[in-house]
């Protein structure tokens, strides 16, 4: 991971303005699970490409990861719009059906064991 980590500093310190290397940064700090220095680098490069559906895919599921869930489904919607039809707005239809359904279910506080008297 350091490996990665270096190389695209590299890049990005050559061409800061550079998409691909952002997203390519922001995919070494998912792998090690940094999750907000993921979310940084992956709005970085949806700055400098805002049309690139899959950096929105991408996007949903680090906020996914954080439980910012309204900031999910609005990076799912712009994966709708910008992918008409696409591959990426059939998994970002069907991550937002998921999540529906995953959050509607009721949490209840009780024990998962059973009393023994």
């Known amino acids: 991971l350091d490996c990665a980590a270096q190389i695209c500093d590299l890049a990005l310190s ?4 550079n998409a691909q290397a952002w997203f390519l940064r922001g995919f070494v700090h998912d792998v090690a699970h940094e999750h ?40 799912y919607r712009h994966v709708r719009e910008l992918d008409r039809g696409g591959h990426a707005a059939a ?9 529906e359904r995953n959050l509607a279910v009721a ?11």
């Open 36 to 75: 907000e220095k993921t979310r940084i680098c992956i709005r970085k490069a949806i700055s400098l490409d805002p049309f690139r559906a899959d950096l929105w895919l991408f996007l949903a599921e680090c906020e996914y990861r954080v439980g910012n869930f309204e900031a999910t489904f609005d990076a």
């Open 14 to 17: 050559s061409a800061p303005g």
């Open 91 to 99: 998994q970002a239809t069907g991550d937002i059906e998921l999540l």
């Open 107 to 117: 949490i209840t506080k009780r024990s998962v064991w059973t009393e023994v008297t």
